[in-house]
């Protein structure tokens, strides 16, 4: 009962999340983090279509990523996994790639770009590896490239519930945001980290009971 209330409450996150891109696509003008930006930036071709980019494939991604954790549609329609793993990966490479170049331009300077360039980087490299493992069929290590890879995804949620928290706690919205470009994706990835060593463990031990 207990996992799936967690089961639930992660698909609705990256649900509201995922169509959070809503509101900068249907309000014209400085909205949401844009508030914040000076209009020099604001003004460049490349740093709105690099924005743009990574919040509309970036929300597509969180969209339909937790879809893929569900071992019925693996295992019964192979098909719609696939052709929803494709989709995901198109909108997370595409993503990751944009979301390097804005965060060369993060608030609160040189440590809060360095850790979501950091994200970008390994939301980047884990979702080509899982791409690349599944063409190979080694499926297993696919499966957890694939964990890092929502993980990193799942930033986008974990970053909108740190966020608010520090900056409470804190009570300096400038430092709450630069020590968020580091805990909203590292606790993902040592999550993560410790659902694939319960899986491999698991397997293991149900291996081991078959001989």
């Known amino acids: 009962m207990k996992k799936k209330f967690f089961q639930l409450l992660f698909a609705v996150f990256a649900v509201?999340?995922?169509?959070?891109?809503?509101?900068?696509?249907?309000?014209?003008?400085?909205?949401?983090?844009?508030?914040?930006?000076?209009?020099?930036?604001l003004h460049s071709e490349v740093w709105q279509f690099s924005f743009y980019s990574h919040i509309v494939f970036g929300g597509v991604a969180l969209l339909i990523g937790w879809i893929q954790f569900n071992a019925k549609l693996r295992h019964n329609k192979p098909r719609i996994h696939q052709f929803i793993g494709k989709i995901y990966v198109v909108s997370a490479l595409m993503s990751s790639f944009s979301g390097f170049y804005i965060a060369?331009?993060?608030?609160?300077?040189?440590w809060a770009s360095l850790g979501?360039?950091?994200l970008a980087i390994i939301w980047f490299c884990v979702t080509l590896i899982a791409y690349l493992t599944i063409r190979k069929k080694q499926i297993l290590k696919h499966q957890h490239m694939m964990i890092y890879s929502y993980?990193?995804?799942?930033?986008?949620?974990?970053l909108r519930i740190w966020l608010p928290v520090l900056s409470?706690?804190?009570?300096?919205?400038?430092?709450?945001?630069l020590m968020v470009a580091w805990l909203s994706w590292i606790p993902n990835?040592?999550?993560?980290?410790?659902?694939?060593?319960?899986?491999?463990?698991?397997?293991?031990g149900e291996a081991s009971r078959c001989r």
């Open 116 to 118: 979501f360039c950091c």
């Open 168 to 177: 409470v706690i804190i009570g300096h919205y400038g430092t709450a945001y």
């Open 16 to 41: 509201l999340i995922g169509l959070y891109p809503l509101k900068y696509l249907l309000n014209h003008g400085k909205t949401g983090i844009l508030s914040g930006k000076p209009d020099w930036l």
């Open 151 to 158: 993980a990193a995804c799942f930033a986008a949620v974990t």
């Open 104 to 110: 060369l331009f993060a608030d609160q300077g040189l």
């Open 189 to 204: 990835l040592l999550v993560a980290h410790f659902i694939i060593i319960k899986g491999e463990a698991l397997h293991e």
